[in-house]
């Protein structure tokens, strides 16, 4: 039986004010049994991680650096973001991806230094509207785990979180059904068993996109969703745990 995991991601979004703000609303709120996690813009994971110190809830960053250290300006690394308090990075988010141009290649590597770090990677993978469109999605979420898996093995994947997130559902309010969903989800999970079942059963696979405390209960009832990947509705303590809860 895998764990429902939660994951607030919430992108270039607050002030110090506001997070300290959130941070006190979800402590101090009902988390109910699902694992949760929140992924802070990086500005701000220090004050964060000292925050939850203590607390049920796990830290996670946006993003990391795919080299160990130098001069890369504006990059944080792996190490940094275990002193911080992480335990998870998101990888590949699909706005990294389109905006700053990450290829399958540059996230792998992120992927690689994230468990180097020993911090847990977020893989993110989702096609876009036209993809969907066009009858690719499987080919395409396909690609994107088989430059993880070629580089790093199948076993690699033993130690990360796989969210699918189809990016024509990010922030648009347009929510896959819970039957899409589930059908990317079995054929990610359907992939990787066929390379190592132990992993894949293992493997805890969330879902993001428009998630919300109206949709999560039915999406996260499907036996291939194990969590969810939430933007907007992770921005307010309230909806939030409501999401935890329906978990
Ligand atoms: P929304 O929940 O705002 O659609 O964002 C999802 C997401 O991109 C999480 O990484």
Redesign the pocket.
Known sequence: MRATLIAG?WKMNGSLQSVIQLVEGIKTGDVGTAQLAVCPPAIYLMKVGGMLEGSQVSLGAQNVCDQASGAFTGEVSGGMLKEAGCRYAIVG?SERRALYVESDELVAARFAMAIESGLIPIL?IGETLQEREDGITESVVARQLDAVIDTQGAAALGNCVIAY?PVW???TGKVATPEQAQAVHAFIRGKIAALDTAVADKLQILY????NPGNAGELLSQPDIDGG?????ALKAEDFLAIAQAA
Request: charged share 5%; aromatic share 0%.
């Open positions: 991601n988010h993110c997130e559902a990010i922030g993001g996109g428009s998630m990947l939430i933007g907007g509705a």
